[in-house]
C-alpha cells in the first residue's frame, strides 16, 4: 500500500478497511494532521470495517475495532495535562484513541499514551498523569 506523505506533528494516521480477502484489500488511509479530514471522511465512523490505529514511523497498528452494522466509530486525541518534573519543568501529554459506541449503547474505548502504553476504558487519565509524575 502506497501511504501519502503525511503533514505536522501527530504521530498516527487511520486506516479504515472495508474489505479484506485472498483477492482484494480496500483500504482508506486519512492523515490526522489534514485539514478538513473529518468532514471528507466522517461517514467510515458509521460504516461496517476495521478502523485501525497507526503510528506513522515505523508504520505499525497501535490499535483496532471492528465497526458492525449500526455501531458508530470515533477518534480522539485527548490532551490530559501537566505535571512538574524537577525544578521549572513542566510535561503534558496528549492522548490518542480510537473506539466505538455499539448498538446496545455500551462503549469500546482503546488509548495509546506517548510513551506506547495501552489503556481501556476511561483509565486513560489515571495513567497518564502517572507515567507524566514518573518522567515517561
Known amino acids: 500500500m502506497d501511504l ?6 501527530n504521530p498516527f ?24 479530514w473529518l468532514v471528507k471522511h466522517g461517514d467510515i465512523f458509521r460504516s461496517k470495517g476495521e478502523l485501525h490505529l497507526v503510528r506513522k514511523a515505523p508504520s505499525r497498528v497501535v490499535l483496532s475495532v471492528y465497526l458492525l452494522d449500526g455501531e458508530q466509530g470515533y477518534y480522539v486525541a485527548r490532551h490530559i495535562g501537566f505535571a512538574t518534573g524537577g525544578v521549572g519543568s513542566q510535561h503534558e501529554t496528549t492522548a490518542y484513541g480510537i473506539g466505538k459506541k455499539r448498538v446496545d449503547g455500551n462503549e469500546d474505548n482503546l488509548w495509546v499514551l506517548p510513551w506506547g502504553q495501552i489503556c481501556v476504558g476511561k483509565d486513560v487519565e489515571y495513567f497518564a498523569l502517572k507515567g507524566l509524575r514518573h518522567g515517561l
Request: avoid cysteine.
Open 4 to 9: 501519502p506523505e503525511f503533514k505536522g506533528d
Open 13 to 36: 494516521y487511520l486506516m479504515f478497511v472495508t474489505s479484506m480477502d485472498n483477492a482484494t484489500f480496500d483500504a482508506l488511509v486519512i492523515d490526522l494532521d489534514e485539514p478538513g
